[in-house]
């Protein structure tokens, strides 16, 4: 029998589930259509939108659809289970998104630590460090994807490991892996910070003042943004621990479903800091709502003044730096 809580729960699933999806697409749709690729962390946050939109989509079926339909049992429902009901593919781009977001700090810090060289991250480079964050998260979470099963008893998706394998060691890692990816994180924009602060007492041409307020507001959104990955993501790191020790917590309880919600949360709020922090983002996004083009007239989402709009480069020139 279903639950208050339950229906509270699916009922919140739902509402973010549009949400996360909706606008993960926007962005995505309106970052290429701006062209705006070129940029190196410009196509780092691309890539974060697109394992936002595949963590809304993997938690459909299994935190929303669970009820819609009669799960198949035997080799049919592990497969299943491996590979659309389980959570393998789910954990897979949660990971890769908390290495993308790791990708994006350095990107930053070496920007700004060396400003006259420019960014570090080539074209080549810059595949090459996406295929890694998509490739070392998959390779994390195979095994969760090799050992889930379809259990009848619980009629849930459980991890069945071999007797010899120890599934503590491997939560343990998962915990250390998660969490530390924060830590490296917060390490790297905690100097980030300091370096701006340095330079702006020490700055004497506007130019360069703007310049450095430009990299701050930036620097300023992406601390948001592990912020809130952070709050997001270390519950369920720690529910997940939790599960293989001594503890009233237990593998798809209420209060595991509750951390998975979190998961979601944080992929849904991602475009809105986004889009409310950086103008080279806001713009393209309402003129791709509004069907306008980048070079015409169009009217600020903030004012109801009509403004003449420019070429969408313009914004994205501070974010180059």
């Known amino acids: 029998m279903t639950s208050g809580f ?19 697409v926007i962005l995505c749709v309106a970052m290429y259509r701006s062209k705006s690729l070129t940029i190196p962390m410009n196509n780092l946050i691309f890539n974060l939108a697109i394992s936002d939109i595949m963590i809304g989509l993997w938690i459909l079926p299994r935190h929303v659809f669970s009820e819609a339909f009669r799960h198949p049992t035997g080799k049919t429902g592990d497969f299943l289970c491996k590979f659309i009901t389980g959570s393998g593919v789910l954990w897979t781009s949660s990971t890769a998104s908390g290495f993308l ?5 350095v990107e930053r810090f070496t920007s700004i630590r060396s400003p006259n060289q420019g960014t570090t991250l080539t074209s080549l480079r810059l595949k090459t460090v996406v295929a890694i964050c998509w490739i070392t998260a998959a390779a994390a979470n195979l095994p969760t994807m090799v050992v889930f099963a379809y259990d009848e008893q619980t009629q849930f998706c459980v991890e069945e490991w071999p007797h010899w394998i120890s599934p503590k060691a491997y939560v343990a890692c998962v915990f250390f892996l998660g969490t530390s990816s924060v830590v490296v994180m917060f390490i790297l924009y905690s100097q980030i910070i300091f370096i701006l602060w340095k330079r702006q007492r020490v700055a004497t041409e506007i130019s360069q003042a703007a310049r450095i307020r430009a990299r701050k507001n930036l620097t300023r959104l992406l601390v948001l943004v592990t912020a809130v990955h952070t709050v997001c993501r270390i519950p369920n790191y720690t529910t997940y621990l939790l599960t293989y020790f001594p503890s009233s917590i237990t593998y798809g309880s209420n209060v595991y479903n509750l951390t998975v919600l979190l998961i979601l949360l944080n992929s849904t ?9 950086v103008q080279g983002f806001r713009r393209p996004f309402f003129l791709l709502s509004c069907h306008h083009h980048c070079n015409r007239v169009a009217v600020e989402p903030e004012s109801e003044h009509v403004v003449q709009t420019r070429p969408i480069e313009f914004y994205l020139r501070e974010m180059k730096s």
Do not use: G, Q
């Open 269 to 277: 709020l991602h475009p809105f800091m986004l889009l409310s922090n």
């Open 6 to 24: 339950d229906i509270v729960l699916l009922t919140l699933f739902s509402i973010l589930e549009t949400i996360c999806i909706t606008f993960n």
């Open 101 to 105: 977001l790791i990708a994006i700090a």
